[in-house]
């Protein structure tokens, strides 16, 4: 028994001794190595930036993409942002859908348009290009890319690409909320005094335009050398096409005389100063005589599909996919194309596109004639190629958007709620029998923007020049409306500022319909308590034998109180911090 | 295989077993004794026939006359009185008429096991102590209360029967897990990290104090429940800091012990028990059907200014079913569930060996199906169904006089299928898709459905392949005491080392079919099909969905002697856990603990404890914390001035104080540490042109906390212990007083300029009190035995601080309140016309009409905002009891288990069944009955339901996400929780078997339920998980 008791003894003292080296050895690292940290990311020895370049495909993947995007959701499509203006209206059954919120004004401080009226989304935005540009710094990164005036090290350029998206962060604010806190390069931390009050409009302005200012020569230009893996990036072109938009937005009314709130620095400027304008213009002329690479395209609708055309200067990207041909297509084809046709355009906005050779409907100079009965007869090329009406072409048949027609039937669906569908953005899928996949970037800035900015600012400041003529009827030409007998276009001779200004205003409606320019267009230009005001109207199509008719209805009634003019600061930004003012009337 | 072959040979193994039972009961006859003439003799024995020591005999006039000895005999000398009652804390009462019996007679007294076991000893965490030093708040429940439920796991049992454990049952069956434990990617698939322990609880919600317990099983942490209960000795809840201070960073939590049966008897005793039953769904929602949804989506649409979609003959032809394709009407409730669905269980146990080596084994089949239908033309099943066995095996061996041995070794195996569509996406879409929205078959025979609805929910059923799920356990344990008494009188060693694993795995075979919309031809056209959904031919793909490994090692010194009357226990402990689960880096918490117990005469108790805890996923630096409790008691009963009072047993006052911890499981995964991930599919940027894949790599979110560490509290529990008339009254009482703080919460004032999600910091502090008692009585008139046993608990909380953001008003501060109180506006009735609506403040922002709810402004500002919202919940504390009242006679026993619950709410958040007409895919989606009592113009005055809109206007539901007091529904509930009647065989009966004991029983759970929330079961608060599940069982129990 006694031996046995020592057996016992020693192999405990075994036992323990294997315990206690088991709990000392590690069979595993003592922190997560997959979790790598910023040191790997921008390491002091990747020459290449192979990591830290994913870090900037992130910042990247920060710009918004357009298409359908507020309320998009796993289950649904979304709506454009323009379906909240007079142009269209969200065909979705959802009471509650972000775009009739938009237009109704259902929403106040604490109860916002989460889709659309974001805010910590930005400042995340902000936040990672910071990161990015002050931690790109160590990586020992080699190369050069050309720039606009030689070679450029590939390291400036891709810390002014962040710059840039990080300047297109706080505009997106900017162009919502007026002056926003201006937040610095430095990534702020768990402990750091956050309650940071708002900058000026003016200064925010003033910081954007620096900063795209001191970019522009850092980045690459068009053509880019290697298109094919680069073709996506931010260029000089870009960020002086942002810097147009900036400057434009900044000497409209809202901000520039018409101040909502006269003597607050934070809504606008609180004065009006045409050099504003003056500054706008000159911004635009000088992209259009700097870079003359770009132009506009002769096909309208190539321009939304084919990559790496003349006219693109910045997009955010996209797949090539059917996303927007089924999103909005028409509904009553079968799969795989069955639209939900999701987007229905006003009748209102039918309206506006001029004959085909540029003269409104009733002009009785036209050489044609508005047919009530075959309404979309002779009228300017780009409605066709923007909106899908009863009797269009598409997908090899002609659609039916009467009453209980195929792609109008009388059943509890979505579908088309004014007889209009979206065709803008699509594949030229007319004579096809099915969707294709085709590019769907969100182009973000092309040409014929930038001449609708020049003509605008120039208008404004000059009056109706020859050069705001000559971009209008540029415009005019590749859109394919008939130059007429006194080559005008349709444009009359001779019009006063304020004739200019409507006519310019009525082009950049029409031929930047739903690229996100209608719905801030109508804030700067503080005309969206008129364009609110009207009803919004569709059609609804009988038919009763072969004959069609064509009653006008209405399919909503919109709001507009002044407050909507900017969007409220979340109210628990407001509440939590102490140096944070409200817009007015939130 | 080996399930075909157990399924099939059920019914044989049935069949033989009563068919023994039969021969043995007609040949079974009384034995003569032939003992000493003059004398009576005889044996006490329990239901294996192995004898029961230490039962006293005691005559009519309640006279003491002998007690069995060591192997059950007496003598008696002589016919003593008329009869005779055989006495014993843990057997019923059992009388004997001598009338009859002949002096030489030898009887073998059967006696019964009392359903409410008395112990004097309870298993406490890694130890077991005596009851009387026991200073903690525990709550106990042995083998008969957890066997008289037949589930699948032995939760099911607990409900109503542990003081101060709130359950809420949210689905009535186990959610099979066939996820992947990686997300599939482009190009290959990327671990998910941190995740949890996997559970084999998907049932129920369980609420110690406030706490989620901490189960332990046989001293090892794990979350093992869906074993047999014939093969668990008890289960246990204890509350208070000292009881689970040796948890160390989760004693906060309070635990939930699990004891399994153990090699703990000499000889041999087997258990055979076999039982079936149907299970069948309690309250399923009840949609409306075609012709009401059609009649009432049309007043839905006009009320939005819409034009109506449907005409009055189709209402006609929605009822009367004349065009089942075009016009159909399908309650699919009714066309997808089953009414019943079997569910069996057979489970054998054998103990026995001898006094240096005793062994338990247990052996356990169970097999439970769904309610889903399938179809003759599959080979395979589409139900859901699990088949579970169970093998065990433990060994106790007294390998020298000092050393004891104990090994044991448990295997699982938990084989499930379901519908390749999946469980839950079809009771989804059941609950969401209108009676009217497709045929379910064309005139052609093919699966209708459409562009909104391109999944046939038949189809998805039974034509949707399968996915079988599995998991596998393995779990060996070694555990040694060594009596060290040879250096030191009253020392020892002990160590336990366990190993386990579990794999989870998921084989997916599923499909999908197109679904096809019919459209009748016109003038002579033929009619048309067009195809909508998916063809997807079955995969096969292998799932790993949880690979876990636990080891668990713990090494104590005790040292425990008697100075007279004082009594000295002493432990110093240490262990040491390792969970390695999927792709995780191990978590590893270990302990270092001391515990010392000091009592007086068995009259002044006094306890502490100390644990130095560690976690290692905590920040170094930051990885040790302290915990420590103490604990008092005085059993005044035992005092000399109280010596008289024979009929007061104990009366035991008691109070323990702790400061505990909660850490681990709610600290994230090395979330001080700011780490990136890169991907190939999040924050991705294609690269130009070409669009090629261009890998994103990003902060992972919240931001990292740094200081990070496990919540705290300030636990103190006091109780009382009373015992009276001889043990047959018993009452307990507690109350608690538990301050948490150092709560992991996001901070209230949080900016978002800072770009980044916030993460959880220790800032919340909480206070949850309460008062839990029980009472039981256990007596027997002559051969009537009865008991009843109830217990009540009240839980109260308080939040006493969280970093709110500035509220305005009073009402609107979380601050105060009960914890996790819903905030929400006040619904007052309805506007019932456009004056009272100019008339009163309005929500901004929405187009109210009629019948609307009216809404309190509570501010008076003429406007409902956020500041009008307050509390809607009832602020009364939460409230639970439960009854178990029984009794047995003449080899009838019956059980009633009563339970419910007030002072609880239930939040109605589900639109579908708030005002039904979702929009989904392009239509409009199901509505349920209720929606009936809706307000219009005319029932203004009856009205329950606001008026009706279609396409979700949220005025109603949740305006603004906000929550309404309107849907704010009492969720008081009374269930008739459980019954089981047995009938045990007369003992001569079975005698010649073995001489086996059996009982004949029946057994049935929910059979009534009384709430007054009775849309669906007042546990379930999502109405489209499974319903909770009625089972009426038989079965038998053999014992010898």
């Given at each position: 028994m006694k031996s046995m008791n020592g057996k016992i003894y020693k192999l405990f003292l075994g036992l323990v001794v294997i315990v206690m080296s088991y709990s000392c050895?590690?069979?595993?690292?003592?922190?997560?190595?997959?979790?790598?940290t910023s040191e790997f990311v921008?390491?002091?020895?990747?020459s290449l930036g192979i990591q830290a370049k994913k870090y900037l495909n992130s910042v990247y993947s920060q710009?918004?993409?357009?298409?359908?995007?507020?309320?998009?959701s796993f289950f649904n499509s979304g709506d454009y942002l323009?379906?909240?203006?007079?142009?269209a209206i969200s065909s979705?059954?959802?009471?509650?859908n972000a775009v009739l919120r938009l237009a109704t004004g259902r929403y106040t401080a604490s109860s916002r348009v989460k889709d659309e009226m974001k805010w910590g989304y930005y400042y995340k935005g902000i936040r990672s290009s910071s990161t990015f540009i002050t931690s790109i710094d160590r990586v020992p990164l080699r190369g050069t890319v050309m720039g606009a005036t030689g070679p450029i090290p590939l390291k400036s350029a891709w810390k002014a690409e962040a710059r840039f998206i990080r300047a297109l962060h706080y505009f997106e604010l900017v162009k919502r909320y007026g002056g926003v806190p201006l937040v610095g390069d430095e990534p702020r931390q768990l402990?750091?005094?956050?309650?940071l009050p708002r900058n000026t409009f003016e200064e925010s302005i003033n910081y954007i335009v620096g900063e795209l200012d001191s970019v522009q020569d850092s980045l690459r230009v068009?053509?880019?050398?290697?298109p094919a893996s680069d073709g996506h990036v931010v260029t000089k072109g870009a960020a002086l096409a942002l810097k147009t938009r900036v400057l434009l937005y900044a000497a409209s009314p809202l901000f520039n005389?018409?101040?909502?709130?006269?003597?607050n620095e934070l809504t606008g400027y609180t004065n009006y100063d045409p050099l504003r304008w003056k500054a706008a213009s000159d911004a635009a002329r000088k992209f259009m005589d700097e870079l003359t690479y770009y132009s506009l395209i002769p096909?309208?609708?190539?321009v939304f599909i084919t990559?790496?055309?003349?006219?693109?200067?910045?997009f955010r990207q996209g797949s090539e996919n059917s996303s927007v041909e089924l999103h909005n297509g028409p509904v009553?084809?079968?799969?795989?194309?069955?639209?939900?046709?999701r987007t229905s355009p006003t009748q209102n906005f039918v309206e506006t596109f001029p004959l085909l050779d540029g003269?409104?409907?009733?002009?009785?100079?036209?050489v044609y004639r508005f047919d009530?009965?075959?309404?979309?007869?002779?009228?300017?090329p780009r409605l066709d190629l923007t909106v899908l009406h009863n009797n269009s072409l598409w997908l090899n048949k002609q659609l039916?958007?009467?009453?209980?027609?195929l792609n109008n039937?009388?059943?509890?669906?979505?579908?088309t709620k004014t007889s209009y569908y979206l065709r803008k953005?699509?594949?030229?899928?007319?004579?096809?029998d099915n969707y294709s996949n085709v590019s769907?970037?969100?182009?973000?800035?092309?040409?014929a923007e930038i001449l609708l900015n020049f003509a605008e600012a120039e208008n404004e400041y000059s009056g109706p020049t020859n050069e705001v003529y000559q971009v209008l009827q540029d415009l005019r030409t590749r859109a394919g409306i008939e130059p007429g007998d006194n080559s005008m276009y349709g444009l009359q001779g001779n019009m006063t500022q304020d004739q200019m200004r409507e006519a310019i205003h009525k082009e950049r409606r029409l031929e930047m319909?739903?690229?996100?320019q209608r719905y801030w267009d109508i804030r700067r230009w503080k005309i969206a308590d008129e364009v609110y005001s009207q009803v919004f109207q569709g059609l609804v199509i009988s038919q009763s034998g072969p004959v069609l008719n064509y009653n006008i209805v209405d399919v909503l009634n919109p709001t507009f109180e002044e407050r909507r003019y900017l969007y409220p600061i979340p109210y628990e930004e407001v509440i939590n911090n102490d140096n944070m003012v409200q817009n007015p009337g939130w | 295989m080996l399930k075909f072959y157990i399924k099939r040979s059920n019914l044989v193994f049935l069949v033989s077993v009563l068919t023994a039972l039969i021969g043995v009961v007609t040949g079974a006859q009384a034995q003569k004794g032939t003992g000493v003439s003059g004398n009576i003799n005889g044996v006490t024995l329990n239901s294996y026939g192995n004898p029961v020591p230490n039962v006293l005999l005691v005559n009519s006039a309640k006279d003491s006359l002998t007690t069995s000895d060591v192997n059950g005999h007496f003598n008696l000398?002589?016919?003593?009185?008329r009869y005779i009652y055989f006495e014993h804390p843990a057997y019923y009462v059992k009388r004997i008429a001598f009338?009859?019996?002949?002096?030489?007679d030898s009887l073998r007294i059967k006696l019964t096991e009392r359903f409410l076991k008395q112990t004097e000893n309870l298993d406490v965490l890694y130890d077991t102590v005596d009851k009387e030093e026991f200073l903690g708040s525990a709550s106990t429940v042995y083998t008969n209360e957890l066997t008289s439920t037949l589930a699948p796991?032995?939760?099911?049992?607990?409900p109503g029967r542990l003081t101060g454990l709130y359950t809420e049952q949210y689905r009535g069956i186990r959610n099979p897990s066939s996820s992947s434990n990686s997300n599939p990617d482009l190009i290959g698939s990327i671990p998910v990290l941190g995740n949890s322990s996997p559970s084999d609880n998907s049932e129920f919600y369980l609420n110690l104090r406030g706490q989620g317990p901490v189960t332990v099983i046989d001293g090892v942490q794990r979350?093992?429940?869906?074993?047999?209960?014939?093969?668990?000795e008890s289960i246990s809840v204890q509350k208070d800091a000292l009881s689970s201070?040796?948890?160390?960073?989760?004693?906060?939590?309070?635990v939930l012990l699990v004891t399994t049966k153990k090699p703990d008897v000499e000889g041999f005793e087997v258990s055979l028990t076999g039982q079936a039953g149907v299970q069948t769904p309690l309250n399923l929602p009840k949609p409306l059907p075609a012709y009401q949804y059609a009649y009432l989506l049309n007043e839905a649409l006009q009320n939005d200014g819409n034009a109506p979609v449907y005409s009055p003959e189709n209402f006609n032809t929605y009822r009367n079913g004349?065009?089942?394709?075009?016009?159909p009407d399908n309650n699919f409730y009714d066309k997808i569930l089953k009414e019943n669905a079997p569910i069996s269980s057979y489970n054998l146990n054998i103990k026995g060996g001898s006094e240096t080596a005793k062994y338990f084994v247990g052996l356990g089949y169970m097999n439970q199906e769904g309610h889903f239908k399938s179809s003759s033309?599959?080979?395979?099943?589409?139900?859901?169904a699990l088949d579970r066995y169970l093998i065990t095996t433990k060994l106790a061996i007294q390998?020298?006089?000092?050393l004891d041995l104990g090994l044991s070794l448990f295997a699982r195996i938990e084989d499930g299928t379901q519908p390749g569509a999946g469980v839950n996406n079809i009771l989804s879409a059941i609950y969401s898709t209108?009676?009217?929205?497709?045929?379910?078959?064309?005139?052609?025979g093919s699966f209708g459905g459409n562009?909104?609805?391109?999944?046939?929910i038949l189809s998805q059923t039974t034509n949707s392949g399968y996915i079988e799920d599995s998991k596998k356990d393995a779990v060996a344990s070694i555990d040694l005491d060594y009596n060290l008494g040879r250096f030191m009188e009253g020392l020892s060693f002990s160590a336990l080392t366990n190993i386990s694993t579990q794999n989870r795995s998921a084989t997916v075979r599923n499909k999908r079919s197109l679904v096809y919309e019919f459209k009748p031809g016109e003038d002579g056209e033929e009619s048309g099909y067009s195809p909508f959904g998916a063809l997807n031919s079955q995969v096969n793909n292998f799932v790993s969905v949880a690979s876990t490994r636990y080891w668990y090692g713990q090494i104590s010194l005790n040292y425990e002697k008697d100075f007279g009357l004082h009594s000295f226990k002493a432990k110093v402990l240490g262990d040491k856990y390792v969970v390695s689960l999927n792709y995780d880096l191990p978590q590893k918490p270990a302990d270092i603990a001391g515990d010392v117990k000091y009592n007086f005469a068995d009259k002044y108790f006094l306890e502490g404890a100390l644990n130095y805890s560690s976690y290692n996923r905590y920040r170094p630096g930051n990885q040790w914390g302290l915990f420590y409790a103490f604990g008092l008691g005085w059993?005044?009963?035992?005092e000399n001035f109280l010596s008289?009072?024979?009929?007061?047993n104990q009366l035991k006052l008691r109070g323990v104080y702790g400061k505990t911890g909660n850490g681990i499981d709610n600290s994230?995964?090395?979330?001080?540490r700011q780490s990136f991930q890169e991907s190939p599919v999040t924050n991705t940027y294609l690269q130009g042109y070409s669009d090629a894949l261009g890998n994103g790599t990003f902060e992972n979110?919240?931001?990292?906390?740094?200081?990070i560490s496990w919540e705290k509290a300030d636990k103190i529990n006091v109780g009382v212990d009373l015992s009276l008339f001889n043990d047959k009254l018993k009452l307990t009482g507690d109350y608690y007083y538990d301050k948490y703080y150092d709560l992991l919460q996001i901070r209230?004032?949080?900016?978002?300029l800072i770009g980044f999600d916030y993460p959880v910091e220790n800032i919340g502090r909480n206070l949850y009190t309460g008062v839990e008692t029980s009472i039981t009585y256990q007596d027997n008139i002559a051969d009537f035995n009865y008991f009843i046993t109830a217990n009540w608990s009240q839980q109260d909380s308080e939040?006493?601080?969280?970093?709110?953001?500035?509220?305005?008003?009073?009402?609107?501060?979380?601050?105060?309140?009960?914890?996790?109180t819903r905030f929400g506006l006040v619904a007052d009735g309805f506007f019932n016309s456009i004056e009272e609506i100019q008339q009163n403040a309005t929500l901004e922002g929405f187009d109210v009409q009629p019948g609307d709810i009216r809404y309190k402004d509570?501010?008076?500002?003429?406007v409902i905002n956020q500041?009008?919202?307050?509390?809607?919940?009832?602020?009364?504390p939460l409230s639970f009891y439960g009854v178990n009242a029984g009794f047995n006679f003449k080899g009838f026993d019956l059980s009633v288990m009563l339970q419910g619950v007030y002072n609880r709410d239930i939040y109605v958040s589900d639109n579908i069944l708030q005002?039904?007409?979702?929009?989904i895919g392009q239509t409009y989606g199901q509505a349920y009955?209720?929606?009936?009592?809706r307000w219009t113009p005319e029932t203004a005055e009856t009205a329950t339901y606001p008026r009706l809109t279609a396409g979700?206007?949220?005025?109603?539901?949740?305006?603004?996400f906000w929550s309404t007091s309107?849907?704010?529904?009492?969720?008081d509930y009374f269930r008739i929780r459980n019954v089981s009647l047995g009938y045990t065989l007369p003992a001569n009966f079975t005698?010649?078997?073995?001489?086996s004991s059996v009982r004949l029983f029946a057994n049935g759970s929910n059979l009534f339920t009384s709430s007054?929330?009775?849309?669906?079961?007042?546990?379930?608060?999502?109405?489209?998980s499974y319903p909770i599940l009625r089972t009426i069982s038989g079965g038998f129990n053999i014992k010898f």
């Open positions: 050895s590690d069979d595993f690292e003592s922190l997560p190595v997959e979790d790598f921008f390491s002091t020895t990747d710009i918004e993409y357009g298409h359908n995007r507020i309320d998009q323009d379906a909240a203006t007079d142009d979705s059954l959802d009471q509650d402990g750091d005094d956050l309650e068009r053509p880019i050398a290697n005389g018409g101040n909502i709130n006269s003597e096909d309208f609708s190539d990559e790496g055309n003349s006219e693109v200067i910045f009553g084809f079968t799969a795989p194309n069955d639209g939900v046709g003269k409104e409907i009733g002009d009785t100079t036209s009530p009965l075959n309404p979309y007869d002779n009228r300017d039916e958007t009467f009453q209980g027609g039937p009388k059943a509890a669906i979505q579908k953005f699509m594949g030229d899928f007319e004579r096809t769907h970037d969100w182009i973000m800035f092309r040409y319909a739903f690229e996100e | 000398d002589s016919n003593p009185s009338e009859g019996i002949n002096p030489g796991s032995f939760i099911y049992s607990l979350d093992i429940s869906s074993i047999d209960p014939e093969n668990i201070i040796l948890l160390g960073m989760k004693s906060s939590r309070g004349g065009d089942p394709y075009l016009y033309e599959n080979s395979y099943n589409t139900n859901l390998v020298t006089d000092d209108p009676n009217n929205a497709y045929p379910i078959h064309n005139p052609d562009v909104s609805f391109n999944n046939n059993d005044i009963a035992k008289d009072a024979k009929w007061l994230g995964y090395y979330t001080w979110s919240p931001l990292a906390n740094p200081n209230g004032r949080n900016i978002a939040v006493l601080f969280m970093d709110e953001q500035f509220k305005q008003e009073d009402y609107n501060k979380r601050t105060g309140q009960p914890v996790g509570l501010n008076n500002d003429g500041f009008d919202q307050s509390g809607i919940a009832n602020t009364k005002s039904g007409f979702q929009s009955q209720p929606i009936i009592n979700g206007n949220t005025y109603n539901s949740n305006p603004n309107f849907w704010v529904k009492s969720g005698r010649g078997f073995f001489d007054s929330y009775d849309l669906v079961d007042p546990e379930i608060s999502n109405f489209s």
